[in-house]
């Protein structure tokens, strides 16, 4: 059964501190998406991309986060100082291309991520 | 305004009973409507979509998509305790998509 495998699934950081977080999209999906949920503004779209190149990231503040893909197999999402704001559920999900028929994305797990 | 509204819930049920979760939208852009269900500390899976005005039945489950109105909804018959979880509403135009906030659902045995 292929799955989108997101890690770590937990981390507890202080403020101040780098957090990365990693994404394996399932093989053969090429567009890649970060989404942050929290109980107040449920699921936000960070960034995607397509093919390996990044599409949209107006979602995300540029100051502190950034989000890469440096190949297909792998896409981090990078917090830089992290905040207590940023305490959240972080997640990647892959999907193929809505031009190319097929739409709907597969979840990860997630990252949840504790910002002290 | 958002571009998706849900209530949040929570809803609680017995079951075998009827449940009907419901989200409003406001652009008329939209092409494909999906529901996701997610389950306490995972990650949203895809359960239905529809393309359009209409219903489309699956099992239990039936999505129904009213354009004119801009209202979606997803009915659950003889629901089960394992149907517990919460409900994510979603809608796209392009490879933009677009989700409610969830409604938390618990079907008590």
């Known amino acids: 059964d292929a799955r989108v495998t997101q890690t770590p699934r937990h981390k507890v950081t202080e403020m101040g501190q780098e957090v990365t977080m990693r994404c394996q999209p399932i093989?053969?999906?090429?567009?890649v998406f970060w989404y942050r949920q929290t109980m107040m503004q449920g699921l936000e779209l960070l960034a995607y991309f397509r093919n390996r190149a990044p599409l949209d990231d107006s979602g995300m503040p540029k100051d502190r986060f950034s989000a890469e893909m440096p190949d297909a197999t792998l896409a981090t999402l990078k917090i830089q100082p992290s905040e207590p704001r940023d305490s959240a559920v972080y997640f990647c999900?892959?999907?193929?291309?809505?031009?190319?028929?097929?739409?709907?994305?597969?979840f990860g797990s997630g990252t949840r991520l504790t910002v002290v | 305004q958002k571009e998706v509204e849900q209530d949040p819930g929570p809803l609680s049920v017995p079951e075998g009973a009827i449940v009907s979760l419901n989200c409003t939208y406001s652009?008329?852009?939209?092409?494909?409507f999906m529901w996701y269900r997610q389950y306490s500390r995972k990650g949203p899976e895809l359960l239905m979509y529809t393309y359009s005005s209409g219903n489309k039945e699956d099992g239990r489950f039936t999505a129904q998509v009213d354009k004119s109105s801009k209202y979606i909804s997803l009915f659950i018959r003889d629901s089960q305790p394992s149907d517990s979880a919460t409900y994510l509403c979603a809608m796209n135009t392009g490879n933009q998509f677009y989700f409610g906030t969830g409604t938390s659902l618990t079907v008590i045995p």
């Open positions: 093989l053969g999906h090429n567009t």
């Open positions: 652009n008329s852009a939209f092409q494909y």
């Open positions: 999900a892959s999907g193929l291309d809505l031009r190319t028929g097929a739409f709907g994305y597969t």
